[in-house]
Nanobody, 118 residues
Framework: QVQLVESGGGLVQPGASLRLSCAASRNIFTIYSMGWYRQGPGNQRELLAGITSGGNTNYADSVKGRFTISRDNAKNTVYLQMNSLKPEDTAVYYC????????????WGQGTQVTVSS
């Protein structure tokens, strides 16, 4: 069973940047697309950014131009660079693998909390 461990969250002020990391216990990046998700207070978990096994990326409109997803296959790690953070970005952030129809393929990790507040 693949395990995912997210890290890099924290408390930052509006406009700041954070880089999140997601380490997988084994390489699944060449099999599935990888995505970053978030779940804010009272909200459903939403997909923010995805990167295919071929390296193509896509983003939700809410983060396009501010967030960048990338991966390091050698380290079994996927990253989310978050710039120009806003209070509405406050959430628990998760990563997961997903297939062609968007179904997640791995048990969710514990996530990493991002809080944007002045």
């Amino acid at each position: 069973q693949v395990q995912l461990v997210e890290s890099g969250g924290g408390l930052v002020q509006p406009g700041a940047s954070l880089r999140l990391s997601c380490a997988a216990s084994r390489n699944i990046f060449t099999i599935y697309s990888m995505g970053w998700y978030r779940q804010g207070p009272g909200n459903q978990r939403e997909l923010l950014a995805g990167i295919t096994s071929g390296g193509n990326t896509n983003y939700a409109d809410s983060v396009k131009g501010r967030f960048t997803i990338s991966r390091d296959n050698a380290k079994n790690t996927v990253y989310l660079q978050m710039n120009s953070l806003k209070p509405e970005d406050t959430a628990v952030y998760y990563c997961n693998a997903f297939n062609a129809i968007g179904r997640t393929m791995v048990a969710w990790g514990q996530g990493t909390q991002v809080t944007v507040s002045s």
